[in-house]
């Protein structure tokens, strides 16, 4: 009679051993798309999943890519309205900690853009865009990695009237970057934003529709800030010397928009 109770004792302290070993040792990773508008109403792109390389503790013995797949039925995201607080999660799950060095998105065929009600296939030119990132990841936790999915710098004039995907994307986790918000006036303007550093642009974004509100995600340090109307009525702006620090929010409030002429 001992024997028999014994025996499943042992059994599950050794599953429970095992399960305390997998959350000492891995991370769990949601990675989420963000976008930005360009001069399109509608940008879709389709997503079939992301892949994450990760170096584990040990080293690159356990260095293999994770896949984690969008599992929703419909894959077709449209990016161009990810805007502010938008945000569309493409996958999750376990990878050994240690650090992140790698980040991939997987794209499918259906690729378009609507303007005025018009649908206009895009010609997919890459269907595996990647970045890398410098990233320590601890055991047991969780963390949030967002794409940001650059529309203004992807899509271009191919032969023809046809236009071209060519996906340029960037990494970041909220961890060590911070964000900057404001709002457009009129806020029923649609803009373009950039977030420049130095020289280079960093990133992008649009106006939450209605609202006029705006949202940088994923920066850190000194940044000037340009504003581009889509509208010829109105005048280009710029902000500059807007710093933003890790997990921090800077608020540059509203700007108002200039009319052409003034």
Known sequence: MNKLIT???IILLLFSGC???AERTNTLVNVFIVGAPANFDEVWVEVLGVEVQSVGTRGQDNADPKFFPNDQVIKRINVGALVGESQFLIGRG???SGSINNITLKLGDDNFTITEGERTNLVLIEDSPSVDMSLTVDPGLSI???ID???FRSIRTGEGSSLELSPKIRAFSSLNTGKISGGIRPQTEKV??????SRDTVAATGTVQNSGNFQFRGLSGNHRIIVQPLSQAFLSDTLNNVNVGPRQ???VGNITLRPRGE
């Open 94 to 96: 376990e990878i050994p």
């Open 7 to 9: 025996l499943p004792l």
């Open 149 to 151: 999915f650059e529309v």
């Open 19 to 21: 399960s305390s070993d």
């Open 144 to 146: 949030d990695l967002f």
């Open 249 to 251: 929010t800077t608020q």
């Open 192 to 197: 373009i934003l950039f977030a420049v550093q």
